[in-house]
């Protein structure tokens, strides 16, 4: 039977959990989308996902379940807006925002505290994702935006997630802001770098990424038109709902150079959910190295 040694990067909002609960549940929905797969793939996987966002409990960065920066009721810094502006721009329709202009701000219902201009460009999200696609897109960019504006907390973090890695570790799975994490490792060439010891890192799945967003990648330092790109060794394959509304329900074949893609219906509820990704054939082929 094919081992496949895999490193899960989780994204935030993991604060309430555990590794060894990460671990469980990453490793069962990993398993179930291999066996499903119709080619009877024998294949068993070891599974490490560092719990990185222990890193951030209370009493180091504040960023722990006791204090949630990012709950409606913390108001935002002027950076963070434009920040969230950006990201909207970069992702509602313009029929969207004329349909937004009709509409009186309290039928939204996001805090008050909002600014009208980000309550209507909510809004407009939420006629493209309905049930709170824009209320939960602020909350998750909050997260994000915070990661990316501290670069000695994402060293950190970076350096905690690498430690997971051995030289037998070949897949590395990144959820969310996870896939932020993993690519970033990867093209630092901090893990998986082609001929220098260490892992052996031949394959990258991203999951729910919101590297498709413009207004992410300027705050990684990559420029406008700039693509995407790992080392010609490492197979990336991402995997996205069009009906994920941390996506913008599009994948980044558009923005990245090698990249294979898949696009899966993770059903209703929480498309983005990082156990209704892991369970997919999409995924479960790009670990075992199945062919699509």
């Not at 929905?29 to 070891?46: E, H, K, S, Y």
């Not at 309290?106 to 460009?121: A, I």
């Not at 939960?136 to 670069?151: C, D, G, H």
């Not at 630092?188 to 052996?200: C, F, I, K, L, S």
Request: with cysteine.
């Amino acid at each position: 039977m094919q081992i496949v040694r895999v490193v899960g990067v989780h994204g935030i909002g993991q604060s309430k959990t555990s590794r060894q609960r990460l671990i469980l549940d990453w490793r069962q929905a990993l398993q179930r989308g291999i066996d499903a797969l119709p080619d009877g793939v024998a294949c068993a996987t070891t599974l490490e996902v560092p719990h990185w966002t222990a890193l951030l409990a209370k009493g180091t960065d504040r960023l722990g379940p006791e204090d949630d920066l990012f709950d409606e009721s913390v108001p935002m810094e002027p950076a963070e807006e434009e920040f969230l502006a950006e990201v909207f721009a970069d992702l509602v329709r313009p029929e969207d925002i004329a349909f937004a202009e009709t509409q009186p701000v309290t039928t939204l219902g996001p805090p008050k505290m909002w600014s009208p201009s980000l309550t209507r460009l909510a809004m407009a999200y939420d006629r493209r994702f309905p049930g709170g696609g824009g209320r939960f897109l602020v909350r998750r960019m909050r997260e994000v935006r915070y990661y990316l504006t501290k670069p000695d907390l994402a060293a950190k973090v970076r350096a905690f997630v690498r430690d997971e890695f051995n030289l037998d570790t070949t897949v590395v799975i990144g959820h969310s802001l996870g896939s932020v994490i993993a690519y970033d490792l990867l093209r630092r060439q901090e893990v998986g770098a082609a001929g220098t010891p260490g892992p052996a890192v031949h394959t990258l799945v991203t999951c729910g990424s919101p590297l498709g967003i413009p207004a992410v990648r300027r705050l990684m330092g990559i420029t406008d038109g700039t693509r995407l790109q790992l080392d010609s060794h490492i197979r990336w394959v991402n995997v996205f709902d069009p009906d994920d509304f941390i996506t913008g329900g599009a994948g980044l074949s558009a923005i990245a150079s090698g990249l294979t893609e898949a696009q899966v219906d993770n059903g209703i509820g929480d498309p983005h959910a990082a156990l209704r990704y892991l369970r997919t054939a999409s995924v479960a082929r790009a670990v075992t190295g199945s062919r699509p």
